[in-house]
């Protein structure tokens, strides 16, 4: 591990950054980013972290648990992120354990059913609140307590739900449900206080008046809920000064680390004065084009990052404005960090190009 010891830090963790290998001659067909080009050219490698195909959490999250301290360094597929995502939303964990559950659609394909993109309902507050209104006294009925500081999330907490695995929606978002649904995380059985929950949600969902107006207007219905993120919130610390995102989980952590933090700036030149120590700033224009496979469209979302940010950022950094720029490249199951400091341009003998670094 490279420790850099420069003052004005900025770390940018990047969430679906990394096609896969498979995905590499589409993705990177037409790729033009002489800036993002030169930093992973002449960085030094921080650290790589492999995954797995069925880890049923993302990269990225399990990445901002372990900078927090929220799971241990050697955690491989645990990410109990709820109780922050809780905190960022306006709740108050405390010490229960939260689970994390969003309406969804799942879509019938030929012999399985598969999750849709819960971003891609476009799921209006009104719907959203009007469905909750209905879910919510049946889940109580099982003994089963319900947050919901906002209709779009909703936070489970009871001894009756037990401890369970879920998956978190992007990774599971486009394959079949089948191996992500909840499962007890002791026994690794289909959970069954799970199954009945989501039963009793999709039959006083079904022929909703909500779903009817969206089936109608040609949306889909939102007909399941998704549940992930499992956990009770810990002590946290956090290696940076100031969190810069709008990822909840993100988000969350720095609260409970009483950190500063805010939502993400729309380009490099938009951040506040970055004094000593290290900004985080999480940018994710990637995941929805990444989910969907549309490679010209995740090409796109690069080429906006490599114009607001890399290229903005290298120019700081080689002038001496910024002390040192750091880059978490996340994928569908890795992650890679690099960090340059000025010096590290000078070092010209240095190549390496993104796609040595897919998964």
Known sequence: ????????RLHLLLPFALPSAADASTALHELRSPALDKLLARAALVERVAGEDFQRTLPHERWVARQFGAIAPNATDNAPLAPYMLLADGGTPGGDEWACVEPVHVRIAHDHLVLIDPSALALTDEEAAKLLSVAKPLI??????????????WYLTGEALGKLAGASPLRASGRSIEIWLPHD??????????????????MGWFE??????????????????WLHAQGTA?????????????????????LAASVETARAPSSF?????????????ELNPFAAPFIAQDWAAWQAAL????????????????????????????GDTGS?????TRGDLRKFWRRRVLPSLLE
């Open 1 to 8: 591990m490279r420790t850099i010891m420069h003052s004005n």
């Open 140 to 153: 109580e009925e099982l003994g089963v307590r319900v947050e919901a500081p906002t209709p779009h999330r």
């Open 185 to 202: 995380a002791q026994s690794g059985q289909r959970s069954r206080i799970w199954m009945k929950l989501q039963n009793e949600v999709q």
């Open 208 to 225: 909703h008046p909500v779903n009817e107006a969206r089936e109608a207007q040609g949306l889909p219905a939102v007909n399941s809920i």
């Open 234 to 254: 810990q002590p946290v610390r956090s290696p940076f000064v100031r969190v810069l995102s709008d990822a909840l989980a993100t988000r969350g952590l720095a």
């Open 269 to 281: 030149k938009a951040l506040p004065p970055l004094g000593a120590g290290t900004t985080l700033v």
């Open 303 to 330: 080429d906006e990052v490599e114009r607001d940010w890399f290229a903005p950022a290298l120019e700081a950094l080689d002038a001496g404005r910024l002390g040192a720029l750091t880059l978490t490249l996340a």
């Open 336 to 340: 890679v960090t690099l960090a340059a």
